[in-house]
């Protein structure tokens, strides 16, 4: 979110496409319109889906160690 229009650039330069004048002035209009939060901030708990931290520690756990994940990029 820090820069919506700087990483369609990148990305588009990684395929091999060309991002034109007119597409990135809409997505930097877009961006500025819509403000990440701009409709207040959506807060979310585990226990409200009825999950644990532990459990979901627990879950994920091959899928850290296979890609090198820390813990703390996870949950707590």
Do not use: C, W
């Amino acid at each position: 979110m820090r820069d919506p229009v700087g990483t369609m650039r990148r990305l588009y330069a990684h395929f091999g496409e060309p991002l034109g004048v007119e597409a990135e002035a809409r997505m930097t209009r877009l961006a500025q319109e819509n403000p990440q939060h701009k409709h207040g901030r959506h807060v979310y708990s585990l226990e409200e889906f009825g999950l644990t931290a532990e459990g979901v520690r627990r879950h994920f756990r091959g899928y850290r160690e296979r890609f090198a994940i820390p813990m703390k990029t996870m949950i707590g």
